[in-house]
């Protein structure tokens, strides 16, 4: 049956006015619409009815009561295969409507705007507009549903078309039933999308009542696979808005949590920084002006790791990074931007995946918290996305002797690489580079050890050196084998019960040592 009858009532309005003329003169569909829309199809010469006209009834309470009507919802929700309903339509004068074209008031860009107050909020919860796209998309076997001005041109060109479609026989001016399940489903999941935004929305407010945590994402694209080959994975939201892929190879699920360890790691650095990562850990941080000398710091910690890992870097890469890192197999490298020298040289390896950060609107997004699953559900934190506890060094001194302006500069490095290694974290470093890693161990002792074990391997002298601890030492032995190794100040949180053995032992080897009072656990 062709489409006689059409609603329209949009806040997107995008190729509105096309999509209505076509309708109604090519047509003949009959244009019912709302307030702005029914007003931007009049300047553009179309004839529509108000809403309010169609019903007898006038719009109510500023707006928010026009669509509630069974003349409205009994022309989405009546069957046309049902003598029952007909004859219940007839009786009471509702017409059939045939095309529903709604998309929702902009809760969630208004939400997202800084400043917007919870009465503001409010008032962009749209009730008439998913309550018409339900109505339509329960009886999508009659009614074709439109929320996404993308699709106007595919509801063109099967109305266009007098042919078999989708296993069923069209007339002019008509839709296939494969394309109205396609849409209905889209507005299912719209709707879905919408709800769970002020759900969220209302429970981080103190205005409103924290609760359930809801999130409905859209599918971005299949991954080439999980952990393992055998692990299917897919990624879901907009993270395209913030890596955008140059070359390489499809990204793996691994992939995606290095790239985002590698962000993170980077933001926290202002100078030219390099850095070299594995398995979200970092295996060497360096800094210079000249890119290839920092890249030369951070490589030199661990010669190692580096192969088939993740390069980061906070600056454009020059044809000069460029040749010393394709020397090594790499498997992402990420930058703000590159070079056309740089990429001609680093498009050689078809491989390698070359991605480009977009850092304001990847900084905007770490405000939003962490999301785990667990068993049975979700866990929500928020972000440790701030270096803490590197104000006023000099007033955290716990020990004899405060620390050289030299090994105050090693220390806020120190402290900012400790900040993404894996707990227990330690990390030996100098003012501009790392000199040694421990992570994930099961014990701090064993951190330090690693690091000092990963230092001799490289040919590195932690002499003078400084090491910067995640959290408190629980025992002296951590900071004693540090002590051995040359360190001569150490940075960590304190607060544990053996804070006063841990300090007698720094100042019994004249260590200068701060306590942040912030900890950086990473697990």
């Known amino acids: 049956m062709a489409i006689q009858r059409a609603l329209l009532s949009v806040s997107d309005k995008t190729g509105l006015v096309v999509f209505a003329r076509r309708l109604a003169e090519d047509f003949g569909v009959e244009l019912l619409s709302t307030g702005g829309t029914a007003s931007a199809l009049r300047e553009a010469g179309l004839e529509v009815q108000d809403v309010s006209d169609y019903t007898g009834e006038p719009e109510l309470f500023e707006g928010r009561l026009k669509t509630l009507h069974p003349m409205i919802h009994g022309g989405l929700l009546q069957r046309r295969d049902s003598d029952e309903h ?43 507009g998913p309550s018409m796209l339900r109505s339509a998309a329960k009886n999508y076997s009659a009614v074709t549903v439109v929320t996404d001005p ?7 060109a099967e109305m266009d078309e007098v042919e078999e479609l989708g296993g069923e026989s069209t007339t002019k001016g008509e839709t296939s039933l494969r394309l109205r399940e396609e849409l209905a489903l889209k507005v299912f999941r719209r709707t879905n999308e919408y709800d769970g935004a002020i759900a969220d929305y ?27 080959p055998h692990q299917p994975a897919r990624l879901y939201g907009n993270f395209s808005e913030f890596f955008s892929q140059l070359q390489g190879k499809e990204l793996s699920y691994t992939n995606i949590l290095d790239i985002e360890a590698a962000a993170d790691l980077i933001l926290d650095f ?34 190692q790791a580096p192969f088939g890992g993740v390069i980061v870097c906070n600056r454009p890469i020059d044809e000069g ?51 785990r699953s667990c068993p049975g559900g979700l866990m929500v934190m928020e972000r440790d996305h701030e270096v803490k506890g590197l104000e006023n060094l000099e007033g955290k001194v716990v020990s004899k002797r405060p620390p050289t302006e030299g090994e105050l500069k090693a220390m806020r ?48 002298s932690l002499q003078g050196s400084i090491i910067a601890s995640d959290a408190m030492f629980p025992f002296a032995d951590g900071l004693d084998a540090a002590i051995e190794a040359g360190a001569t100040a150490c ?26 009072g912030h900890r950086h656990f990473r697990h």
């Open 321 to 371: 990074l460029a040749r010393v890192i394709s020397e090594i197999f790499t498997d992402v490298i990420i930058a703000p931007e590159y070079l056309p020298e740089a990429r001609a040289i680093l498009q050689k390896k078809k491989n390698l995946r070359l991605m480009h950060m977009n850092e304001a609107a990847y900084r905007e997004e770490k405000k939003e918290p962490v999301v």
């Open 86 to 128: 007909q004859a219940q339509a007839k009786k009471h004068e509702i017409p059939g409507i045939d095309l529903v074209v709604v998309n929702l008031y902009p809760f969630e860009e208004t939400v997202a705007q800084e400043g917007t107050t919870l009465a503001e909020a409010i008032e962009k919860i749209d009730i008439g």
């Open 413 to 460: 490095f120190g402290w900012r690489v400790v900040k993404h290694v894996k707990s227990n974290a330690i990390v030996f470093s100098g003012a501009d580079r790392t000199l040694g890693i421990g992570a994930g161990q099961m014990s701090r002792v064993d951190s330090s050890k690693i690091a000092c074990w990963k230092a001799e391997q490289a040919g590195l």
């Open 150 to 156: 993308t699709d106007y041109d595919r509801v063109l």
């Open 270 to 303: 202002k100078r030219p920084t390099v850095g070299i990562l594995k398995h979200t850990n970092p295996c060497g941080i360096g800094q210079d002006e000249d890119l290839r000398k920092a890249w030369s710091k951070a490589f030199e910690t661990d010669r």
């Open 491 to 516: 940075i960590q949180p304190g607060g544990s019960i053996r804070d006063e053995e841990v300090i007698a032992a720094a100042d019994a080897a004249d260590i200068a040592m701060v306590f942040t």
């Open 202 to 228: 209302l429970g981080k407010c103190d205005q409103g009542t924290a609760g359930n945590y809801s999130i409905s994402l859209p599918l971005d694209h299949d991954l080439r696979y999980g952990d393992n």
